[in-house]
């Protein structure tokens, strides 16, 4: 068996010890004679699996008790609609637009309401995030939404926006769990698990519980209610058990490093090794505004294009997976999750630095 640096930004490299762990407990978990994956959503072994992983994520997020924890399906595109659908009691909303996920998410808020865009980075390639201290914030705004850190694009918010009273409701999809976060300041936070915290399938909305209501737009499905599964405890239907199981044990591994503060360090080293790299090479360079950085996401170019494509290839050679940049992007983009090792960090620059001298 070989494993392989992978660098993909989603679906990604998850703790070497919870896949271990799943393996072990593939054909009989814990004494039931069944797999996770063939267990009854309704049964006590599983009931004890999502409960723990609720309870272990709230510990690590710090989540207050009037907030809710929903594992649901769809994937966060699904949650582009599902906001509007259930918040947009005004039928306005304002989006920060700062990559190409806030903008679907614009876009299909679109379809249930007015939708102001109160600043946008599209200028410059979304290379930044625009100073959101003092936005044009509409009076009648259900909410202000972002999309924190930006997986394409690798800039991420250091600063929460000033949304002057209003809900802010914000996409992590690609930050989750990477660093400390006061849950108070959202009224919803949600994010696709599969960039940071498990297997696609499945998405977990943190929302505040005042905010789930039955009053949302007419002709909103039952399933796309956060009241339905709210009222359910997200066992309304037949929820992503697999996925939430691995959740469950990522969540207790992030504890046993020492919880999200711990992350944040380890994060932060990683993203440096290859920051401080990058700001001295004379072959590579990032491409977003320092202050901006992603520590997730770490889009990168070589000279020339050719050269960009020479790296990607005998970096895939070398055991590094997944550097190709997003196809709307170029260049390269090293996604260095919570999972990624620090040695997955130093042996790509090692990688780089010998590219750089054999090819200048
Ligand atoms: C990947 C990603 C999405 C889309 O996620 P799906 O689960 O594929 O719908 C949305 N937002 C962000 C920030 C992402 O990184």
């Known amino acids: 068996m070989s494993r392989v640096y992978n660098f993909s930004a989603g679906p990604a490299v998850l703790p070497e010890e919870v896949l271990r762990e799943a393996a072990e407990e593939m054909l009989d978990y814990q004494g039931t004679g069944m797999s996770v994956m063939e267990m009854s959503h309704r049964s006590k072994a599983y009931k004890d699996i999502i409960d723990e992983a609720e309870a272990d994520l709230r510990d ?23 906001i509007p659908m259930n918040l ?18 614009s876009e299909e808020a679109k379809k ?29 705004a259900d909410y202000v939404y972002i999309c924190e850190n930006n997986t394409i694009y690798g800039t991420k918010y250091k600063e929460l926006p000033n949304t002057k009273g209003k809900i802010l409701v914000a996409d992590v999809s690609s930050c989750f ?15 696709g698990v599969q960039k ?32 339905t599964h709210a009222d359910a ?23 046993k490093q020492g919880g999200l503060a711990a992350m944040k360090e380890r994060n932060e080293k ?25 520590l997730m996401n770490v889009p990168f170019v070589a000279v020339d294009e050719e050269l960009d494509a020479k790296f990607v290839k005998e970096a895939k050679a070398a055991g590094f997976e997944n550097l190709k940049g997003h196809r709307t992007v170029g ?6 999750y919570n999972a990624m090792p620090v040695e997955g960090v130093e042996a790509l620059v090692a990688f780089m630095k010998k590219f750089e001298e054999e090819n200048l």
């Open 88 to 105: 947009m009691k005004n039928k306005a909303a304002d989006y920060i637009v700062t990559g190409q996920w806030a903008k679907k998410a």
């Open 270 to 294: 990683k993203a440096k090794i290859l920051y401080d790299y990058l700001d001295q090479s004379r072959m590579f360079r990032g491409t977003v505004e320092a202050k901006d950085r992603s």
């Open 177 to 191: 769990l990477s660093e400390p976060v006061d849950v108070t300041k959202y009224g919803v936070i949600y994010g």
């Open 233 to 255: 405890g997200s066992l309304y239907n037949t929820p992503p058990t697999y996925g939430i199981y691995i959740c469950g044990k990522v969540f207790k591994w992030l504890k």
């Open 196 to 227: 940071n915290i498990g297997p696609a399938g499945t998405v977990i909305v943190i929302i505040r519980r005042d905010l789930i209501t039955e009053d949302v737009l007419p002709g909103t499905p039952t399933m796309l209610k956060y009241k």
């Open 112 to 140: 249930y309401g007015r939708v102001n865009i109160i600043a946008s980075s599209a200028d410059k390639t979304f290379s930044y995030i625009p100073d959101c201290s003092d936005l044009p914030v509409s009076e009648d």
């Open 331 to 336: 260049g390269m983009r090293a996604s260095i």
């Open 60 to 82: 690590l997020m710090g989540i207050p008790d009037d907030y809710e924890v929903l594992f649901l399906q769809g994937g966060a595109s699904q949650q582009f609609a599902m």
